[in-house]
Nanobody, 125 residues
Framework: QVFLVESGGGLVQAGGSLRLSCAAS????????MGWFRQAPGKEREFVAR????????YYADSARGRFTISRDNTKNTGYLQMNNLKPEDTAVYYC??????????????????WGQGTQVTVSS
């Protein structure tokens, strides 16, 4: 079992950057694929990015590609989401999640085994 805790959210102006972290405890993070999702008020949770166990392969939603970078440091049991050129429409609660990788890298669904509690990101115009 693994426990996930996100941090790094906050208020930022449009065009700014934030780096979210996802700290894992319990079983080593290296056993799992990781994903980032977000949920804006009144909207469904949506896929943002996914990374394989080693960190060597990544996959992004169209809305994130080119602006966001997912990464991980398994020695620190931590995953990251670097977000640049933020837009007001990026405002949401951001969640990290971990799964065994049964669905491969190119997977945008939410069938993850473990979820964090979320961190709020607010982008002002």
């Amino acid at each position: 079992q693994v426990f996930l805790v996100e941090s790094g959210g906050g208020l930022v102006q449009a065009g700014g950057s934030l780096r979210l972290s996802c700290a894992a405890s319990g079983r080593g993070l290296g056993w799992y694929f990781m994903g980032w999702f977000r949920q804006a008020p009144g909207k469904e949770r949506e896929f943002v990015a996914r990374i394989n166990r080693s960190g060597g392969s990544t996959y992004y939603a169209d809305s994130a590609r080119g602006r966001f970078t997912i990464s991980r440091d398994n020695t620190k049991n931590t995953g990251y989401l670097q977000m640049n050129n933020l837009k007001p429409e990026d405002t949401a609660v951001y969640y990290c999640a971990a799964d065994q990788g049964d669905y491969g890298l190119v997977y945008t669904g939410a069938r993850y085994d473990y979820w964090g509690q979320g961190t709020q990101v607010t982008v002002s115009s």
